[in-house]
């Protein structure tokens, strides 16, 4: 069920952006555009997805993180879920404790039993939340603060359950256009006081918002399409991003961000990117 894990049932994050230490992960042994669920898998719903090519780029992603120190657990994939690499999705960690969601996507529900077994396996505490849609994607965490995109995969309904699971956090419900599926896609917190940002995702009230909270570093149209807002933080301003989202890199190196070029190409033809593919488990 899993490979590169340790025996241990402890859980701890608080942030988008504190050295991650331990990462749930899904190689895309069964990846296909079988269902077209996005407006970037409309885009190469005929090219299709090269299976080899994404898992020598998700291997090499693995190998990348592992050699930063971080403790890669590996979910074994099934036949029947050609989503399940973007494990971000399937739940998410506030605190010491597993949130796991409930998928809107027809073809994407069931993804969460095989994680839900593996964390009773490993006594990790999770609370599963009601039936209503909420995605990990949707979640960014940050201290005190919780910003939940309102898409098509995560509803009003599960912001509220949410909200009620977190006395002691802020909820910010964040409405954005939901052709760009996740607000990971379009929003992405990078450190206490920065976060990338696809403006014309949002209205200019919830730009107003995000501005209160962070300096916002914008993301062009294209390279938003490459998935250049859905970067991997792992601390200390170390950055997963792909090489061909140039802007993005030079913007991030000019603020002191060391920046890892992973090649993700195959990867983000179904929608998704770093952070799409990691639950984090523990950051410290």
């Not at 994939?77 to 796991?100: C, H, N, S, W, Y």
């Not at 006594?123 to 990990?136: C, D, K």
């Not at 509803?155 to 996740?182: M, T």
């Not at 090489?243 to 961000?257: A, D, E, F, H, T």
Request: aromatic share 8%; glycine share 4%.
């Amino acid at each position: 069920m899993l490979t590169n894990t340790k025996e241990s049932s402890a859980v701890g994050c608080e942030n988008e952006y504190a050295p991650l230490r331990r990462v749930i992960l899904c190689p895309p042994r069964f990846m296909e555009i079988k269902e077209v669920i996005n407006e970037v898998q409309e885009n190469y719903k005929d090219e299709n997805i090269d299976t080899k090519k994404a898992l020598e780029q998700h291997s090499a992603f693995v190998k990348a993180l592992e050699q930063n120190g971080i403790e890669t657990v590996l979910l074994k994939p099934a036949t029947q879920f050609p989503e399940q690499v973007f494990t971000r999705d399937i739940a998410f960690t506030i605190g010491e404790k597993v949130f796991l969601g409930s998928m809107a996507s027809e073809i994407r529900k069931g993804e969460e039993k095989n994680l839900k077994q593996w964390l009773e396996n490993q006594r990790i505490a999770f609370e599963q939340l009601s039936g209503t849609p909420v995605e990990g994607g949707d979640v960014l965490l940050d201290r005190a603060k919780v910003f939940v995109g309102i898409s098509s995969r995560t509803s009003e309904q599960a912001i509220q359950e949410l909200e009620q699971n977190l006395p002691n956090h802020r909820v910010l419900p964040i409405p954005f256009d939901d052709k760009y599926l996740h607000l990971d896609c379009v929003f992405n917190i990078l450190s206490p006081t920065e976060a990338l940002v696809f403006p014309e995702a949002f209205s200019c009230q919830t730009i107003n918002l995000l501005a209160e909270h962070y300096d916002l570093i914008r993301v062009s149209r294209e390279e938003q399409f490459s998935l250049g807002v859905n970067v991997l933080s792992i601390g200390n301003k170390h950055v997963f991003s792909q090489p061909q989202n140039v802007k993005v890199n030079q913007q991030l190196i000019s603020r002191g961000y060391r920046v890892i070029e992973i090649d993700f190409s195959e990867i983000i033809k179904s929608g998704g990117a770093f952070r799409c593919c990691t639950m984090p488990l523990v950051r410290e």
